[in-house]
């Protein structure tokens, strides 16, 4: 049997599109035959690497250029039937939860934490960059939260972020959500139809 074609998908739960194609990814995966490997990124660390600004700070005071980006985040999420809400707290630092994600990786829990964090983010509102509140998204989710926060603080998982980061960069990601498929570069949630069309899936 051939391997299963594998896309790579870089994200951060700083970004609402990044988890609005996260949602995406989940709905078509029972449809399609791709492995997804998930990679968390620092996206603040990607951006300033790359000279790349985020959209909202680049529309300045354009009011309707900015209303409109807020808007489309919705009707997409209306579109496609995902729970969604915008963040108050927004831009948040989510260095902490990051690092959590990674920690669990080895655990076998990188996706539960996923869920947790990308919903805590953009479903129910909350400050990823408060430590009582990544800590309280892993017990609500069942997870070891004082194992994970423990084991996010080793230098190997700091140095695993900056990793992952450099890696997006290295395959010329500027922001997210930015997917990787037989070397090319899809970017942002609108692409995942020329992403599926492209490796037929």
Known sequence: MSPRPKISFFYDYVSPNAYLAWRRLEDLAPQTAFELESVPIFLGGLMRATGNKPPLEVFGDIQPKRDYFIAEMARYARRYGIDYAVNPHFPFLTLRALRVRLAAEPLGLAERCDAAFFEAAWVT???????????????????????LLEASRDDAIKQQ?????????????????????????????DSLPDLMWDSDL
């Open 125 to 147: 509102g909350q400050n990823l960059a408060d430590a009582a509140v990544v800590e309280a998204c892993l017990e609500a989710a069942d997870l070891p939260a004082s194992e």
């Open 161 to 189: 972020l900056g990793d992952n980061t450099a890696r997006a960069q290295q395959a010329g990601a500027f922001g997210a959500p930015s997917f990787v498929f037989g070397g090319q570069l899809y970017f942002g949630k």
